[in-house]
């Protein structure tokens, strides 16, 4: 079922930030240690979007809708990731659901956690 443990989402007016975290309670630290940390989101109508990665090794990747405003960052001994929200657009308004992976087809999710951005 749902691994991971999503918070931080809310209300925001443009240029905004908001902080949300991602918790993996459910796996072994060493499992962990291996996968790669994603967020995506998805609003009413439109296809599922890679919001920003992080692998075990802590590179980053950025989604071209966010590069520049948001930051995703982890702490394996915590088991934990965050994504960093600042100047929020009104666009960015969706639901947004942690992943974590690795590269041999094992997954996990969270439920999501809805952020709006609006004035």
């Known amino acids: 079922q749902v691994h991971l443990v999503e918070s931080g989402g809310g209300l925001a007016q443009p240029g905004g930030s908001l902080r949300l975290s991602c918790a993996a309670p459910?796996?072994?630290?060493?499992?962990?240690?291996?996968?790669?940390m994603a967020w995506y989101r998805q609003a009413p109508g439109v296809q599922r979007e890679l919001v920003a990665s992080i692998t075990s090794g802590g590179t980053t990747n950025y989604g071209d809708a966010v590069k520049g405003r948001f930051t995703i960052s982890r702490n394996n001994s915590r088991k934990m990731g965050w994504l960093q929200m600042n100047s929020l657009k009104p666009e960015d308004t969706a639901i947004y659901y942690c992943n974590v992976y690795d590269d041999y087809g094992s997954e996990s999710w969270g439920q999501g956690t809805q952020v709006t951005v609006s004035s």
């Open positions: 459910r796996l072994i630290f060493s499992v962990f240690t291996t996968y790669t």
